[in-house]
């Protein structure tokens, strides 16, 4: 029987939310998640058979439409309009693997009883998670600030049998997910199709998955920066203790220490040297990963504490008596994290570029492109050029989309985020940073097999389990079959959560 992750008043962070997808749990919710979103529900109602007053999105329209008062005999066909008229995403379909986070974040966010939704909508949203039912999203259509509404229009569509979703690799509509289970569909009642669009759902799942990621690639870039230094015949004196101590920023401490660890008792980095410095992108390892690792910290503070928060509108507090139309929905602290890690990221790998270029340039002891008989084979030139191009493109990526904003809904929303282009710009620069460290995995494992003597324990070990997916390159041959294998290697690598969070 499949474990199951029980949704109450504890926070998520990234190692239980790593926990639950490694594992496939499935979600149920408390009792007392129950009882909150219950009593929020008939707090809601009751205050509807008596209110007088109009109540922002619970009987009035929305966005520039605020002012129109709806009547009770027309807020439920309110409630499906709203979810319909939303629902113009575009672009490409988001991974399988991102909506089922947004799944996730949706019900977290729901289950603290101050959106007003039945518990039939929350239980729902728990089936769909459970049986692997992912409702079609598209990636474009959201200024990240009433919340991610085209995006989280389409995750609802099938709650009500509208839209698509994908279910055993197949593509069916709302209607035959829900006669496939036999399931009623939901009858949305007051407030709640906006509770189901307004919220960071979207750009928080991709912040949650750009995360998980990046935590793995900043451990990775260490240790296969520490490969290249070894293959460059480095100095280990630049990550002696002591310089960072100094200048103690965690990341950059965190960094040198892990170098050494990686290092220990390696005959490699003893010998003696006959130069006195190395360049910047072996000697700065632990300046420019350690920032790169204190942003992340960062960015993961951020999005916990999103992730963990109510974020539609308007806010349902029953002890204090009180609806109140407020602004949680906008995506300003997600969309500034969301930049300054993709910018983060990027940095990752101009410096692995510029150690793998390093690498082929024919220093040290190491031959011309890192293959024997260079000029009838050109070697690692080119795998050099690819990282080149990549890196250049994730400077592009890199501009900030938080910069921006756009006025829309009539005037009424005047300042956005744009976070959720931030968002799926800053999963482009992480996934090119995999295939970046991938190119320099390839390239620093190649020019280890010149050296005469043995690397530690440790890096010894990790180079001969990447042999057994990617072989020496005695000539040329085609590349990109290897640079595929060693992005494949790295996505399979699993790492203890103690060592990335």
Request: hydrophobic share 40%.
């Amino acid at each position: 029987m499949a474990a199951t992750h029980v949704i109450d008043s504890n926070p998520l962070d990234l190692s239980i939310i790593q926990d639950i997808l490694a594992h496939d749990k499935k979600l149920s919710l408390s009792e007392s998640a129950k009882e909150r979103i219950q009593k929020c529900r008939a707090y809601l109602d009751d205050k509807m058979s008596s209110v007088v007053k109009p109540i922002y999105g619970i009987n009035t329209g929305f966005g520039a439409l605020y002012n129109v008062e709806i009547k009770g005999e027309n807020l439920q066909k309110l409630q499906e309009n709203l979810v319909m008229s939303h629902a113009c995403g575009t672009g490409d379909e988001v991974p399988n693997e991102i909506i089922k986070l947004m799944l996730l974040l949706k019900i977290q966010s729901l289950s603290y009883g101050h959106s007003g939704v039945q518990l039939a909508t929350v239980n729902r949203l728990i089936d769909f998670y459970n049986n692997n039912i992912f409702p079609v999203i598209y990636e474009q259509g959201s200024l990240g600030a009433s919340g991610d509404l085209s995006p989280l229009a389409h995750l609802a569509l099938p709650l009500i049998g509208l839209g698509e979703v994908k279910f055993n690799d197949h593509r069916v509509s709302g209607k035959e997910i829900l006669d496939h289970f036999n399931w009623d569909k939901i009858k949305l009642q007051s407030k709640e199709g906006l509770a189901l669009l307004n919220g960071t759902q979207f750009m928080s799942a991709f912040g949650i998955y750009n995360l998980l990621n990046a935590h793995k690639l900043s451990y990775l870039s260490d240790l296969i920066g520490t490969l290249s230094l070894e293959a460059f015949d480095g100095r280990i004196e630049p990550f002696n203790e002591l310089v960072h101590l100094v200048r103690p920023h965690n990341g950059q401490v965190k960094t040198a220490k892990r170098v050494r660890q990686f290092l220990e008792d390696s005959h490699l980095i003893n010998q003696e040297k006959s130069h006195v410095q190395d360049p910047y992108s072996f000697r700065c390892i632990p300046q420019v990963h350690g920032a790169t690792k204190d942003t992340i910290k960062f960015v993961t503070k951020t999005f916990l504490t999103e992730i963990n928060s109510v974020t539609d509108n308007p806010n349902i507090f029953v002890e204090e008596d009180q609806i109140i139309s407020g602004g949680n929905f906008h995506g300003q602290p997600l969309a500034l994290a969301l930049d300054f890690l993709a910018i983060a990221m990027a940095e990752l790998g101009n410096i692995s570029e510029r150690r793998t270029y390093q690498l082929v340039s024919g220093h040290r002891h190491l031959p011309p492109f890192l293959v024997s008989n260079p000029g009838l084979n050109s070697g690692f030139m080119i795998p050099q050029y690819t990282a080149a191009s990549i890196v250049s493109q994730n400077k592009q990526y890199a501009t900030p989309s938080s910069v921006d904003s756009i006025e829309s809904s009539n005037g009424q929303e005047d300042h956005v985020s744009m976070g959720a282009n931030g968002a799926t710009k800053c999963k482009k620069v992480i996934d090119n940073i995999q295939t970046v460290l991938a190119i320099e995995l390839f390239t620093a494992s190649q020019g280890l097999s010149f050296g005469k003597l043995k690397s530690s324990p440790f890096l010894e070990s990790f180079v001969n389990s990447f042999r057994k997916d990617v072989a020496i390159v005695l000539e040329d041959r085609v590349m990109f079959d290897d640079i595929k294998n060693a992005s494949n290697f790295i996505n399979a690598m699993e790492i203890d959560a103690n060592e990335l969070f």
